[in-house]
């Protein structure tokens, strides 16, 4: 049977495939391994910091401003200049990266696309190493794909939208591959392949002398960010490019972190291109940052938009310290998506985006992000029309009242409602939810939103939060508290429910039982878990020769 040529203490268990063994090559794979061995002691740190943060938020302290790094946020610094191929940012679409959605994203007629290994991609073999191979036929030029039941082809335009490459947050292990009898990081294999293989080819193509271009999901601290810059000083190294080359805009999507976007962007200074509002992982970081504060129990998650006191303000200070460093403050995404069979609902979806779009550009963002290629034109068309400067406005717009937004602002407890509608409906999104991602789609429409692994977050997190502290639900003529007991019936009652929806078929054949079971030890588990994706990804690996998963 055909393996891999593996270096000195690599082994793989994912299976075997000619066309992953060209992006799965020994030498390739001694770079990720030698990223592995340097770095893992500091990753191993960094995640042990962010539990000794949580139990620190547990006993009722709040995450606040560091005072040892006050010199820092004082400092009169600003990061490196923007390079000319990323200036303009207007608008980004963002999807898995899955080979005709690549091909259409960088058609989409966004600035930028980016690619990503993250919220919108079950982390299976198959969709990881596909992804390595499409990205790679991407940066060629010669990716290509056809639809042979609609008779299509599809191949890239003249023009293409310049590709950002977001990777696995520092928490998720690659269990295909094997570094000196431990999981690698996922990260680091998503990062280390992909530069690899491309970095040269993507400065001569599309960065202008400049990339390759990454987005960096869920850090906490800046000691994170410290280790993306060491890992990007070592790629630089190991290709002989100049520092600088490498650059990378971090996602402003957890609490801690919003306290830290100073010292995030000074310890990437040489490698940054700006920070983003990721909106849906800060609401999840929120309830988990605060899962032992009773006080701070989340209203229906429909009512957590970007209206709240404690979002503005995290969004108003990110435009403050990006322009106030030089970089670009980029907006997050609207979840409304195209609705095709119903012009009256795609219309008013549509005024949701613009609107939050109207919002984004109006505080001074930079640009933001398409979830679907049907919403770019309207979306290019809000910012383009109302950007004070082009192609940015990272020297038009200070924010200078950005700096008087503070700690009370910045975690102020979210307004509104809890209702059983809103319990039900984290259930049903959820459970679906996860047995798409179980499926291997990590990003899915259901009931005319997008979905992925961030807003699935929310719904887990939140049912966990009423149940773990009995909330009170408004709106019903009984008072009526969220126990284990109305969950339980809520599960049940929403999968037949489900059921009737998808049709039985669909039900019988897809990963719903087993989906529920996840969802609901993960919303009744005494102890918060961490993550959703990292339990479920248990049941996702599968080692060769074959191995049973858990399911
Ligand atoms: C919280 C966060 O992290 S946000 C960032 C992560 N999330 C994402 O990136 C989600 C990206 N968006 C998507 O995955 C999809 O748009 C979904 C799942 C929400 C909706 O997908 P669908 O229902 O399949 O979309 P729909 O059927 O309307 O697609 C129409 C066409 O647009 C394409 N399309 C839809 N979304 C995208 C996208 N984001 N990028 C590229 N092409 C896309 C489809 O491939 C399809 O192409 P075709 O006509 O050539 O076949
Ligand atoms: O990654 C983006 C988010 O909103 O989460
Ligand atoms: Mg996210």
Redesign the pocket.
Known sequence: MASYATPEGVDIRGRYDEEFARVLTKEALQFVADLQREFRGRIKYALECRKEAQKRYNLGELPMFDPATKNIRDGDWVCAAVPPAVADRTVE????VER??II??LN?GAKVF?A?F???LTPNWENLMRGQVNLRDAVNGSISYE?KVRK?M?KLNEKTAVLFVRPRGWHLPESHVFIDGEPATGCLVDFGLYFFHNQAKFRATQGAGFGPFFYLPKMEHSREAKIWNSVFERGEKVAGIEKGSIRGTVLIETLPAVFQMDEILYELRDHSVGLNC?R??YIFSYVKTFQAHPDRLLPDRVLVGMGQHFMKSYSERLIYTCHHRGVHAMGG?AAQ??I?DDPAANEAALELVRKDKMREVRAGHDGT?A????LIPAILQVFTSNMISKPNQINAVKREDGASINEEDLVQKPRGVRTLEGLRLNTRVGIQYLAAWLSGTG???LYNL??????AEISRVQNWQWLKHGADLDGESVKVKVTLELFGRVVEEELVRIEKEVGPEKFKNGMYKEASKIFTRQCTAPVLDDFLTLDAYNHIVVHYPRSASRL
């Open positions: 679409i963002t999807g898995p005709k959605m259409n994203a989409s980016m990503d993250e919220d919108a639809d299509r599809y990721g849906w992982d995404m998506i195209p095709r992000w979830a679907h290629p049907g990003s899915v429409p997008m979905e992925d692994a961030a807003t």
